[in-house]
């Protein structure tokens, strides 16, 4: 459905890797083309360089998108792992908001368009880089409901950097088979329509399988059905709302084993020799929802249930099925992610992947142009559970190991309207921007309510940032646009200039920033005494008795830069 209230995701979780490789995804995405020389769908310019075409029929909201509101999706396939074949149909149901008699959907050129069916009428269609234009024979009528059933079969290529769908085997040699598209698209594996803004009200979810293997997808486990050919179909449905990128196959040997958190369902599934280590690591599960029940609300997919399910990449937040591949250790990749000591206490894609339910998942952005409302709020999740376990300080030390991943090269929103992923900025600028929103707010009880009201407003909501600035605004009673601009939309970060007259005993204070109107309050002076500097980007002057060596600036509290003279 669409979720947009007044104006207008890929996790790519930033720091999952390449298959079987340990290097921080980010790392991999600024060294290596993110589309494979076997793909049939051109290159991408992933939010650099001029846009493809197949970047913005992928990425606007054109006029055959608009046109139309998701309301359902049946996915009823065959997997066949000898064959690496996929075949079968999504049923598609959507409301028409005006008259037309074209929509767009999108299916990767790669895999064949079988038929398109309106009842038993087939349908005309128009392939287009990636895109597919549906023509009705009929015109189709504002707010009238439709369903079409779009056949599909082929091969998915394995491309990006979760390789989009894979056909794999696990350790000992048993098919294992995933999906992981976030940003690819959810087109290179199934027809849909292939965006942010829109998105169906629920989904049923059915994969027919060799009857030896167990999948483990979105939603709540149904039922399952032997076909009598070898083949069985397990049947899922997602109750709420659903990211295109977040729908997920997991195929394997897999084992199961559950839990229970008051009334939430929680499924943790590995392979068979992986068990033991998956029941000691997976039970951080619990204290990562009562952390973020604790500041948000209820986890909120309650009637889908938590799922945990051991992959081979290192993770990604497939609502209601969050995929693992940590390891089964602390850290990230056995590494203390942010090089503070913090991260070693826990299972860094645990804390993560499990904070997009909130955040990526339940609120969603409209366009991945503002994908940071996915990753630095997730990324800011991750010190809020720290926090709820360990306390603020170690909160604050945890998100300031972020500094040294920034680059500030280039804003964290990128192009609207335009397929392509923002810059890792999005996770880490993200972060320590949210905490200097904490220091502006500066009461710590307030912020704890405007945090809970902030997802609690737009929770199953897609939404832009000025969204976000607009709530914030009215919240807080503050004019927090040109900071949030700064922030967000712009490469520098704010500077505070700070000149010293020794014998005069004074110093003078402004920002330097790209925003004209741009104004901060910011802690100055003395740690254990700190004063609140009103400062602008105009001079201002004041007494200090601290020499320049000895006035400090808080800067693990706002993320600036300080210069003095
Ligand atoms: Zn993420």
Not at 6 to 12: D, G, H, Q, T
Not at 73 to 97: A, C, Q, V, W
Not at 186 to 213: G, H
Request: a negative charge; hydrophobic letters at 35%.
């Amino acid at each position: 459905m669409d979720k947009t209230p007044a104006c207008v995701s890929w996790c790519r979780q930033v720091l999952a890797v390449v298959v079987f490789v340990s290097v921080p995804a980010f790392v991999v995405a600024q060294t290596s083309p993110q589309t494979s020389p076997s793909s049939s769908t051109p290159p991408r310019s992933r939010g650099q360089g001029e846009p493809t075409k197949a970047d913005l029929l992928r990425g606007a909201y054109g006029p055959y998108r608009a046109n139309n509101d998701l309301l359902f999706y049946h996915l009823d396939i065959r997997i066949d792992p000898e064959k690496k074949l996929i075949s079968g149909k999504n049923t598609i149901r959507f409301k028409m908001l005006k008259d037309d008699t074209r929509i767009q959907l999108d299916l990767n050129d790669a895999i064949k368009v079988d038929k398109i069916l309106l009842g038993s009428a087939p349908l005309h269609y128009e392939r287009d880089s990636g895109a597919v234009f549906v023509d009705f024979a009929e015109t189709l009528r504002t707010d009238h409901i439709y369903t079409i059933d779009f056949y599909y079969s082929g091969s998915p290529v394995q491309t990006g950097r979760f390789g989009g769908f894979t056909f794999g085997t696990d350790p000992s040699g048993q098919p294992w088979i995933y999906t992981a598209c976030e940003g690819i698209g959810a087109s290179i594996w199934w027809p849909n329509k292939d965006q942010w803004r829109d998105e169906v009200e629920n989904m049923q979810i059915s994969v027919s399988i060799p009857n030896n293997l167990v999948d483990v997808s979105n939603g709540r486990f149904t039922g399952k059905t032997d076909l009598g050919d070898g083949y069985t179909r397990w049947d899922w449905f997602v109750h709420y709302p659903i990211n295109n990128y977040d729908v997920s196959v997991n195929i394997g040997n897999y084992q199961h084993f559950s839990d229970r958190l008051g009334d939430l369902d929680m499924d943790f599934y590995a392979l068979p020799d992986d068990m033991e280590k998956a029941r000691k690591q997976f039970a951080q599960a619990k204290g990562m929802i009562e952390a973020y029940q604790h500041y948000f609300g209820d986890y909120p997919f309650k009637e889908d249930g938590y799922k945990l399910i051991e992959v081979p990449y290192s993770g990604m937040e497939h609502q209601s099925a969050v995929t693992y591949g940590n390891h089964f250790a602390n850290g990230y990749l056995e590494r203390d992610w942010t090089g503070v000591g913090i991260s070693p206490r826990f299972d860094f894609i645990i804390i993560h992947e499990s904070g997009h339910e909130w955040f990526g998942n339940s609120i969603t952005a409209a366009d991945s142009s503002d994908m940071w409302i996915h990753e630095g709020w997730t990324t800011y999740l991750e010190s809020l559970y720290v926090e709820y376990m360990y306390g603020k300080d170690d909160a604050i030390k945890y998100l300031n190991g972020y500094k040294s991943k920034v680059k500030n090269e280039r804003p964290i929103i990128t192009a609207r309207g335009v397929n392509g992923e923002p810059p890792p900025d999005q996770y880490f600028k993200g972060v320590l921007f949210i905490n200097t929103l904490r220091s502006i707010v500066n009461d710590d009880t307030r912020w704890w309510k405007l945090l809970h009201d902030f997802y609690q407003h737009f929770k199953y909501q897609n939404i832009m940032t000025e969204d976000v600035l607009q709530y914030f605004n009215q919240q807080t009673g503050m004019n927090l646009t040109p900071i949030f601009d700064q922030y967000l939309r712009h490469t520098a970060i704010p500077i505070l200039e700070l000149k010293f007259d020794g014998p005069d005993g004074t110093v003078s204070y402004r920002w330097k920033a790209d925003e004209p109107m741009f104004k901060m309050p910011v802690r100055v002076g003395r740690k254990d005494n700190w004063q609140i500097l009103h400062a602008t980007a105009e001079w201002q002057t004041m007494r200090t008795a601290l020499k320049k060596d000895d006035f400090e600036v808080a800067t693990d509290l706002y993320y600036v830069n300080v210069t003095k003279e």
